[in-house]
C-alpha cells in the first residue's frame, strides 16, 4: 500500500457508475514528452512510493528523463500480476511450498507464504507430439501427457488450492502467452486496496521470455527468471534501471504474399543490428492503427530474438475492439477507455513522443523471409532460401563437430543466441561464406540414401530434406492471419492432389482451442488433415524441444548414414539440438510456409522455379499457384471468427477436464513431500538457515569447472531436452528404479533438484575449453591424478566434499537466450561461488545473484585468453567483504595461481574483475545468500 504521496497524484475517475481511485501520471512535471512504455513505470512508482524503496526522486528522474542518456537510474518497478508456464513454473511452487515449512521452522505461520501477486500458471509446456498424422494424435497425446507427468500435475492443484491468488490453467488449453492476451491479460487492472478500488495499468513478468507477447496489447511485461518471478509473487519489486527506449516508426501496409511472420523475421533482423539489449522498443506512427492486434503480439513474442526487455504498442482502438472480440465485458472495454486516455495512454499518431533511438519500417517493403539454420535473427529471403542452404549444408553434411566453420574460431560457441551482436558474431557469417569456395561443389556433399517403410513405400532421403514441419509455438499459432493463410492454402493444395513428403513429420499444435472452432466454422480442418496437419496438443511442442521422434525409418537413415536434415517450424527458436535430436538445421517460418515445406520435402528447393508437384491434368504446381490471396485470408478471418468462441473457451478455463479434475489432490497448508518420488522433491535452499544471515567472504583456492567461449546461452547451461542413459541424470534416475522410457524431459523433471543438478552444463553442445575437442557435460576433475576427464556433475561432487569452490569462465554474453532460473539455481547447487564472464545477459546476472553466486566482468577489453588464463589455475578473490560494511566495492582483486596441471613456467596472473551487482537491492539479496532467503527473512 502506498503510504506517500509527494505529487498529490492521487484521485478518482469515475466510470460509469464506479469510482476508481488513480494516481495521475501528469501529476509529475516531464510525463508530457514520456514514451507510452515510461508512461507506465510513471503511474507505479507514484502508486508505489513509500519513501524507502520507492522514493520521490526516483519519480522526479522518471519525469526528467533524459533519452539520451546511459541508465544509472535504479527504480522498483512493481508488476501487476505474474505468469508462468508449467516448466519453470512448478520449481516456482516447489520452493513457495519449501518457505512455508521453512517459515514454521523459524518460527512462522506457514499460511504466511501465499502470492501477493496474483499468480497465473498454464499448463503447456509438457505436451510433446508423440503422435501425429491421425485423427486420435491429440487424445492419446494428452493421455500420455498425464501418464508421465501425473505427479507434478498432482502437485500443481494442491497448489491451486493451498495458495491464495493463484490459478492453474490445465494441460490441453493452449499456450500461456495466447491464454494472456486472450483471457488473463486486462490492459486495465482493478484491486481493492486499504478499502478503496483501485485502477491501474496491467503489467506483468513472466516465467518465459516470449511473455512481451502482452505487449502487443499495450500490458508492459517481459521474462524473468523463475527466482525473480517468486520474489514478485512474494511482493518484491523487481529492480531495474530506467532504460534507453528505441521509437520504431511503422509505415505502409503489408503487400500481397508477405506475412506477419515475414514482418516479424524483418524487425529482428533490424533490430538485432541496430543492437537493443536492455531498452524498451516502443512501436508509433501513422501505421500502427493498420497493424492487427495478433500481428502486434506477434511482434512482441520475438522480442527476446531481437534482444530488447520489452517492445510494445499502446493503447487504441485496436486494442479495444480486440479486447471485445474475446470477450471482456462492456465495464471492462470502458474502463480501459476511460482510464487510458485520462492517463495520457491513449495513442495519438499525430503526437511523436521523445526517444533515446529511432528506427523506421515501411512495412510495404518487406518480403516473403525464413530464419536459420540456427538463430531466429539469420533472416534469409524465400527467393535466396535454396542458395543458401546450398551454402550453409557443406558445413553441417562434411565438417564434423571439431571442424564446423562457425566452431572452428577459437573460443567460440555455435552462436545459438547471442543477446547483441558482437564484431565476432557478425563475421561468423563472413566466415561461413568463405568456406564455399572448397573445391567442391554442393552436389559433392549430396548422400541420396534408399528409405522402405513399414507399408512398403520407398524413397530417396538426403541432406536437407524436411524432415519436421510444424505449425507450433507462441509467436504465430493463434494469429488468425497466418493461421487461415495455412489452411487456405491447404485447401488450395488438396484440391490440386498435393500431399505432404512421406518423410515429414507433420503436427499442428494451436496455440489456443479457438483456432480449431475457427478451422472448423471456415471448413479447413479436413483439408490441413489430407496433408497429415491433426492437432497434437495444445502446446508448445516442437519449438520448444518437444517434437517428438522422427519417422522410425526417417531417424534410422538419419543416423546410420550422418544426414543433415532440416526441420521447418513456425516458432521463434531453432538453436542447435533444441528441435530433435536427429535435426542438425531448423528454419523459422510463417504457418503457410510450413506447409509448403512439407509439400516441398526438402530445403534444397526454390519455390519460384521448382515445382511443388501435378494436378491431376498433370500439369506442375507452383507455391504461387495455391497461396492464398489477402482478400480470401481477411474474408474468411471476418466470417469464421467471433466473440462467443472466445466466451466458449474460456468460460470455465480453470475447472479442466475430467482427467484434471480427478486427480488425487492432498490438501493442506504444507505439501506431504514423497520421498519416493523423482519428480517433486524438497529442495535444500533453506537447510540450517537462521534469522541472521552469515557475512559474505571472500573466495580462496578455487577451481574452475568449466571454462568457456563466447555466446553460451541458457540452453547450454540449464538442463533441457532428454535425459540420457548414461548421464548423470539418467544414473540418478535408474537408480531411482525408472525405466529408461520414463525417462520423460529435464523439464518435466524441474521440481527435483537431483536431477536438475546433474544436467547442470550437461548440453551436448557445450564445449568446455578445459578439454580438446570434447562437446558435452565434461570437465576436468583436479581432484584426482592427472585431472582426468570427467563429468562436470561428479567433478563437482568431489570438489565440494574436498570443501573446495568453484568458478565458471566466461566469454561475451554469457547466459543470453530464456529466462532459465534452473541456469543459475543449478550452478549453484554445483558448488559455483562466482562466474568471471566478458559480459552477461540481463536476466541470468540477476539470476546468479539471485541464488548467491556473485558474477564478476573481465576488464574492459580483456578476457580469460587475453590474460593468459587456462582453466588449471587456483583463484582467490579478494574484497567481496566489503559489502559486509553495506556498500558494494566496485572491482574485486582476482589472483590466479598456476598449479601442477599448468604450462610449465606458468605466471601468476591479477586482475581486478568488475562486480556486476548492479542496484543496492541485488546487494542486499548477495548478502542473505540469495533472493528467497532475503524474502523469507523479511516476512519472519
Known amino acids: 500500500m502506498s503510504t506517500v504521496d509527494s505529487f498529490g497524484a492521487k484521485s478518482t475517475l469515475t466510470v460509469g457508475s464506479t469510482d476508481y481511485e488513480i494516481f495521475r501520471i501528469d501529476a509529475v512535471p516531464g510525463y508530457e514528452k514520456l514514451p507510452f512504455s515510461l508512461k507506465v513505470l510513471l503511474e507505479n512508482l507514484l502508486r508505489t512510493e513509500d519513501g524507502a524503496n520507492v522514493t520521490k526522486q526516483q519519480i522526479e528522474a522518471l519525469g526528467s528523463w533524459d533519452p539520451s542518456a546511459e541508465p544509472d537510474t535504479e527504480i522498483q518497478f512493481t508488476p501487476a500480476r505474474v505468469v508462468m508456464q508449467d516448466f519453470t513454473g512448478v520449481p516456482c511452487i516447489v520452493d513457495l511450498a519449501t518457505m512455508r515449512e521453512a517459515v514454521a521452522d523459524l518460527g512462522g505461520d506457514p499460511t504466511r507464504i501465499n502470492p501477493l501477486a496474483p499468480a497465473e500458471l498454464v499448463i503447456d509446456h509438457s505436451v510433446i507430439a508423440d503422435l501425429f498424422g491421425r485423427p486420435d494424435a491429440f487424445e492419446r497425446n494428452v493421455e500420455i501427457e498425464y501418464e508421465r507427468n501425473g505427479e507434478r500435475y498432482q502437485f500443481l492443484r494442491w497448489g491451486q488450492t493451498a495458495f491464495d491468488d493463484f490459478k492453474v490453467v490445465p494441460p490441453g488449453t493452449g499456450i500461456v502467452h495466447q491464454v494472456n492476451i486472450e483471457h488473463l491479460a486486462k490492459v486495465t487492472y482493478t484491486r481493492t486496496v486499504g478499502g478503496s478500488l483501485r485502477a491501474y495499468p496491467d503489467t506483468c513478468v513472466g516465467t518465459d521470455s516470449h511473455t512481451t507477447m502482452v505487449n502487443g496489447l499495450g500490458v508492459l511485461g517481459w521474462g524473468v527468471g523463475g527466482i525473480e518471478a517468486e520474489a514478485a509473487m512474494l511482493g518484491q519489486p523487481v529492480s531495474m534501471l530506467i532504460p534507453k527506449v528505441v521509437g520504431f516508426k511503422l509505415t505502409g501496409t503489408i503487400p500481397a504474399g508477405v506475412t506477419a511472420t515475414d514482418v516479424v523475421l524483418t524487425i529482428t533482423d533490424l533490430l538485432r543490428k541496430h543492437g537493443v539489449v536492455g531498452k524498451f522498443v516502443e512501436f508509433y506512427g501513422d501505421g500502427v492503427a493498420s497493424v492487427p492486434l495478433a500481428n502486434r503480439a506477434t511482434i512482441g513474442n520475438m522480442s527476446p530474438e531481437f534482444g530488447s526487455t520489452a517492445a510494445i504498442f499502446p493503447i487504441d482502438d485496436v486494442t479495444v475492439d480486440y479486447l471485445r472480440l474475446t470477450g471482456r465485458s462492456d465495464e471492462q472495454l470502458a474502463l480501459v477507455e476511460q ?7 491513449w495513442h495519438d499518431p499525430s503526437r511523436e513522443p521523445v ?6 519500417l515501411d512495412l510495404g517493403t518487406v518480403v516473403p523471409s525464413i530464419a536459420g539454420p540456427k538463430r531466429p535473427q539469420d533472416r534469409i529471403e524465400l527467393t535466396a532460401a535454396k542458395t543458401q542452404f546450398e551454402k550453409d549444408v557443406l558445413d553441417y553434411a562434411e565438417a564434423g563437430p571439431e571442424t564446423r566453420v562457425d566452431e572452428a574460431v577459437e573460443g567460440t560457441f555455435p552462436a545459438s543466441d547471442p543477446v547483441g551482436f558482437t564484431p565476432d558474431d557478425e563475421n561468423l557469417s563472413d566466415r561461413v561464406v568463405a568456406a564455399d569456395h572448397r573445391s567442391h561443389a554442393p552436389s559433392a556433399v549430396s548422400k541420396p540414401t534408399p528409405v522402405t517403410t513399414a507399408d512398403g513405400t520407398s524413397y530417396m532421403l538426403d541432406h536437407g530434406a524436411v524432415t519436421i514441419a510444424a505449425i507450433t509455438s507462441c509467436t504465430n499459432t493463434s494469429n488468425p492471419s497466418v493461421m487461415l493463410a495455412a489452411g487456405l492454402l491447404a485447401r488450395n ?26 478451422y472448423e466454422k471456415a471448413g479447413l480442418t479436413d483439408d490441413l488433415e489430407a496433408l497429415g496437419f491433426y492437432t497434437v496438443g495444445y502446446g508448445c511442442t516442437t519449438c520448444i524441444g518437444n517434437s517428438g521422434p522422427l519417422i522410425e525409418e526417417v531417424s534410422a537413415a538419419v543416423n546410420d548414414n550422418d544426414l543433415a536434415v532440416t526441420a521447418v517450424l513456425s516458432g521463434n527458436r531453432n538453436f542447435e539440438g533444441r528441435i530433435n535430436p536427429d535435426v542438425k538445421m531448423n528454419y523459422l517460418a510463417s504457418p503457410p510456409l510450413v506447409i509448403a515445406y512439407a509439400l516441398a520435402g526438402s530445403m534444397n528447393f526454390d519455390f519460384e522455379t521448382d515445382p511443388l508437384g501435378k494436378d491431376s491434368q498433370g500439369n506442375d504446381v507452383f507455391l504461387k499457384d495455391i497461396w492464398p490471396s489477402p482478400a480470401e485470408v481477411q474474408q474468411t478471418i471476418d466470417s469464421s471468427i467471433s466473440t462467443d468462441m472466445f466466451t466458449k473457451q474460456y468460460g470455465a478455463v480453470f475447472e479442466g477436464d475430467d482427467r484434471w479434475r480427478s486427480l488425487p489432490t492432498p490438501t493442506g497448508a504444507t505439501f506431504e513431500w514423497d520421498d519416493s518420488s523423482t519428480y517433486v522433491r524438497k529442495p ?6 537462521t534469522l541472521q544471515p552469515d557475512p559474505v567472504s571472500d573466495i580462496a583456492g578455487a577451481r574452475v569447472l568449466a571454462k568457456l567461449g563466447d555466446s553460451v546461452t541458457t540452453d547450454h547451461i540449464s538442463p533441457a531436452g532428454s535425459i540420457k ?3 548423470p541424470a539418467g544414473q540418478y534416475l535408474q537408480s531411482h528404479g525408472v525405466d529408461k522410457k520414463d525417462f520423460n524431459s529435464y523439464g518435466s523433471r524441474r521440481g527435483n533438484h537431483e536431477v536438475m543438478i546433474r544436467g547442470t552444463f550437461a548440453n551436448i553442445r557445450l564445449r568446455n575449453q578445459l578439454l580438446d575437442g570434447v562437446e558435452g557435460g565434461f570437465t576436468r576433475d583436479f581432484t584426482q591424478e592427472g585431472a582426468p576427464q570427467s563429468f562436470i556433475y561428479d567433478a563437482s561432487e568431489n570438489y565440494q566434499q574436498a570443501g573446495v569452490p568453484l568458478v565458471i569462465l566466461a566469454g561475451k554474453e554469457y547466459g543470453s537466450g530464456s529466462s532459465r532460473d534452473w541456469a543459475a539455481k543449478g550452478t549453484r547447487l554445483l558448488g559455483v561461488r562466482a562466474v568471471i564472464a566478458e559480459s552477461y545477459e540481463r536476466i541470468h546476472r540477476s539470476n546468479l545473484i539471485g541464488m548467491g553466486v556473485i558474477p564478476l ?29 553495506g556498500s558494494t566495492p566496485k572491482t574485486v582483486r582476482v589472483t590466479a595461481e598456476p598449479t601442477d596441471a599448468s604450462a610449465p613456467g606458468a605466471a601468476a596472473v591479477q586482475f581486478d574483475a568488475v562486480v556486476r551487482i548492479d542496484t543496492p537491492g541485488e546487494a542486499d539479496y548477495y548478502r542473505n545468500g540469495g533472493i528467497l532467503q532475503y524474502v523469507l527473512r523479511s516476512l519472519v
Not at 482510464?339 to 495512454?345: D, N, V
Not at 535444500?684 to 538457515?689: A, I, K, T, V
Open 725 to 727: 542413459a548414461d548421464s
Open 493 to 518: 493444395a488438396a484440391q490440386k492432389g498435393l500431399k505432404a513428403k512421406p518423410w515429414v513429420k507433420t503436427t499442428m499444435a494451436p496455440g489456443s482451442k479457438v483456432v480449431t472452432d475457427y
Open 857 to 885: 566482468q573481465f576488464p574492459a577489453g580483456e578476457s580469460a585468453s587475453s590474460l593468459g588464463l587456462d582453466g588449471t589455475e587456483t583463484f582467490t578473490i579478494t574484497g567481496i567483504e566489503e559489502l559486509n560494511s
Open 684 to 689: 535444500p535452499y533453506f537447510d540450517g538457515m
Open 339 to 345: 482510464y487510458s486516455k485520462a492517463q495520457t495512454l
Open 355 to 360: 526517444f533515446s533511438e529511432y528506427l523506421e
